[in-house]
């Protein structure tokens, strides 16, 4: 059977556990902690003091004049167990019993709240999440201060036994999406997750589609905003990425900065945003299919101009791509894996000279080069990282197609991905809502950043129990002192 005094032999095995006894005129307290966890300050002044001031103190007394709010009595080994590997002091009282005095005494080692280095932002917050999941609940609750605003926490991985805390506010979101989420994060059985990417994976809809269904962000800003619209986030003790759902398509290629903006602004912006990953998907397959099968095609202001560029090409056209498509990868992947600076200078050095000697080698011509930058610049523009290393790897099944069947390749091409998400969905959610199914409601804030005025109501694909955000009779009502 599970005991105390077996959980201290086998704690002692690991040399940073510290196992002492503390003598009175009764009976001996025992003291056990991890002294890579514990913060000694807290220990020694609050917790250890109160021993060393009264030879005789009972176990309730003791219990009683520890200054720490967060304690507990318990009995129930598997919890002693996990308490002490997570920091906490276990004080155990005589040989024989198996109560013991839980304290939080665990030290906080990590990094402060910083700006946020992935989703940058001119205007709006610069706070951004970081590997404490209590600092980034406190992130998140001083953002949405009301008692609606409900947090479960759960735990996952046999071995790392990771903290994941469920964020929602109860009647806003959807039972049903709650429910569904909680049970697939109960269902995960593996060992090792350590960060909430990992458990995006796991509780996916379909995990073999290269499409995401759940955002990531680093901006506490964006997950109130999230959570108030009905969706629910879901953090890990030692990720600074939330994770929210259920998402549509569309979601993915607005950003919060959006919001910060004039509606008008915001609603370019975003036009631009949507342009460009079209462009960054079909520029360089159309560039097979015209030059291989429909030259045709090509206007005669253009004409010159491509084939004198590709006169002295010796590859055919998709060879060409390929060679510059996997360049330009080879390029983002050395920057992203290198230290900062070095990171920037690669990038920037090596695509001018690989470009420029490229094209003097007769590699690749002028025409596709321009193509190709544009192509990777448009690429950048998606604000989830997620989505634009899928929108990288979409261009390469479009760009074989091409070189199969031209035009005609690309068009089934893209049948087969607009197949592919209308079966898609995001916690039982359609992944195409409100375009299919189609809701008209539901457009003002897809393609365009409407005025506040027209937030009046929630989108009805999130299914909120309480749709109205305030009444839409009065939104445009401006009253001044003097009136």
């Given at each position: 059977?599970?005991?105390?005094?077996?959980?201290?032999?086998?704690?002692?095995?690991?040399s940073d556990?510290?196992?002492?006894e503390?003598q009175?005129?009764?009976?001996?307290?025992?003291?056990?902690?991890?002294?890579?966890?514990?913060?000694p300050?807290?220990?020694?002044?609050?917790i250890?003091?109160?021993l060393s001031?009264?030879?005789?103190?009972s176990?309730?007394?003791?219990y009683?004049?520890?200054?720490v709010?967060?304690k507990?009595?318990?009995?129930?080994?598997?919890?002693?167990?996990?308490?002490i590997l997570r920091?906490n002091?276990?004080i155990q009282?005589?040989?024989?019993?198996h109560?013991?005095?839980?304290?939080?005494?665990?030290?906080?080692k990590?990094?402060n709240?910083?700006?946020?280095?992935?989703?940058f932002?001119v205007?709006g917050?610069?706070?951004a999440?970081?590997?404490?999941?209590?600092?980034?609940?406190?992130?998140?609750?001083?953002?949405?201060?009301?008692p609606?605003?409900?947090?479960?926490?759960?735990?996952v991985?046999?071995?790392s036994?990771?903290?994941?805390?469920?964020?929602?506010?109860?009647?806003?979101?959807n039972?049903?999406?709650?429910?569904?989420?909680?049970?697939?994060?109960?269902?995960?059985?593996?060992?090792q997750?350590?960060d909430?990417?990992?458990?995006q994976?796991?509780i996916?809809?379909?995990s073999?589609?290269i499409?995401?269904?759940?955002i990531?962000?680093?901006?506490p800003?964006?997950?109130a905003?999230?959570?108030?619209?009905?969706q629910?986030?879901?953090?890990?003790?030692?990720?600074?990425?939330?994770?929210?759902?259920p998402?549509?398509?569309w979601l993915?290629?607005?950003?919060?900065?959006?919001y910060?903006?004039?509606?008008?602004?915001?609603t370019?912006l975003?036009?631009?945003?949507?342009?460009?990953?079209?462009f960054?998907?079909?520029a360089?397959p159309l560039?097979v299919a015209?030059i291989?099968?429909?030259?045709?095609g090509?206007?005669?202001?253009?004409?010159p101009?491509?084939?004198?560029s590709?006169i002295?090409?010796?590859?055919?056209p998709?060879?060409?791509?390929l060679i510059?498509?996997?360049?330009?990868e080879?390029l983002?992947?050395?920057?992203a894996?290198?230290p900062?600076?070095?990171?920037?200078?690669?990038g920037?050095?090596g695509g001018i000279?690989l470009?420029t000697?490229?094209?003097?080698?007769?590699?690749?011509?002028?025409?596709?080069l321009?193509?190709?930058?544009?192509?990777?610049?448009?690429?950048?523009t998606?604000?989830?990282f997620?989505?634009?290393a899928?929108?990288?790897?979409l261009?390469f099944p479009?760009i074989?197609?091409?070189?199969l069947?031209?035009l005609?390749?690309?068009?089934?091409c893209?049948?087969?991905?607009?197949s592919h998400l209308?079966?898609?969905?995001s916690?039982g959610?359609?992944y195409?809502v409100?375009f299919?199914?189609?809701?008209?409601?539901?457009?003002?804030?897809t393609?365009?950043?409407p005025?506040?005025?027209?937030?009046h109501?929630?989108f009805?694909?999130?299914?909120s129990?309480?749709?109205?955000?305030?009444?839409?009779?009065n939104?445009?009502?401006?009253?001044d002192?003097d009136?």
């Amino acid at each position: 059977m599970n005991s105390v005094p077996r959980l201290w032999k086998e704690l002692s095995e690991s040399s940073d556990f510290v196992c002492y006894e503390h003598q009175t005129n009764t009976a001996p307290f025992f003291i056990g902690y991890f002294k890579s966890l514990a913060e000694p300050e807290l220990l020694h002044q609050h917790i250890l003091s109160c021993l060393s001031n009264d030879s005789d103190i009972s176990f309730d007394d003791l219990y009683h004049s520890i200054p720490v709010a967060e304690k507990e009595i318990s009995f129930v080994w598997d919890l002693i167990q996990n308490k002490i590997l997570r920091g906490n002091v276990a004080i155990q009282y005589g040989h024989q019993s198996h109560h013991c005095i839980l304290v939080n005494a665990a030290a906080f080692k990590g990094r402060n709240v910083t700006i946020p280095e992935i989703e940058f932002t001119v205007e709006g917050s610069k706070e951004a999440f970081v590997e404490s999941l209590d600092i980034n609940l406190n992130l998140i609750r001083k953002r949405v201060p009301i008692p609606e605003l409900r947090i479960k926490e759960l735990t996952v991985g046999s071995i790392s036994k990771s903290r994941v805390a469920i964020v929602y506010i109860k009647g806003v979101t959807n039972e049903q999406y709650l429910n569904t989420l909680i049970q697939r994060i109960e269902d995960v059985q593996f060992d090792q997750v350590t960060d909430s990417t990992l458990l995006q994976q796991m509780i996916e809809d379909n995990s073999n589609s290269i499409f995401p269904q759940t955002i990531g962000t680093e901006r506490p800003d964006y997950v109130a905003w999230a959570v108030s619209s009905g969706q629910i986030c879901v953090l890990m003790d030692g990720s600074p990425t939330a994770v929210f759902a259920p998402v549509n398509l569309w979601l993915f290629f607005i950003t919060y900065e959006d919001y910060y903006l004039p509606w008008i602004i915001g609603t370019i912006l975003r036009l631009i945003r949507m342009f460009s990953v079209l462009f960054s998907v079909f520029a360089t397959p159309l560039y097979v299919a015209v030059i291989t099968y429909h030259g045709q095609g090509i206007s005669n202001v253009f004409l010159p101009t491509i084939v004198s560029s590709r006169i002295n090409v010796p590859f055919p056209p998709v060879v060409e791509v390929l060679i510059m498509e996997l360049v330009i990868e080879l390029l983002r992947e050395a920057g992203a894996r290198l230290p900062t600076k070095i990171g920037q200078t690669i990038g920037i050095v090596g695509g001018i000279v690989l470009g420029t000697a490229a094209v003097e080698a007769a590699l690749t011509s002028n025409f596709l080069l321009i193509i190709v930058a544009l192509s990777a610049l448009a690429s950048f523009t998606t604000p989830i990282f997620r989505m634009s290393a899928t929108i990288r790897i979409l261009r390469f099944p479009f760009i074989f197609a091409a070189q199969l069947w031209g035009l005609l390749g690309i068009v089934i091409c893209t049948l087969a991905m607009v197949s592919h998400l209308l079966r898609l969905t995001s916690l039982g959610m359609p992944y195409l809502v409100p375009f299919y199914p189609f809701r008209t409601s539901d457009l003002y804030d897809t393609v365009i950043r409407p005025p506040y005025s027209k937030f009046h109501h929630r989108f009805s694909f999130f299914r909120s129990p309480k749709p109205v955000r305030f009444d839409k009779k009065n939104a445009n009502k401006k009253r001044d002192i003097d009136e």
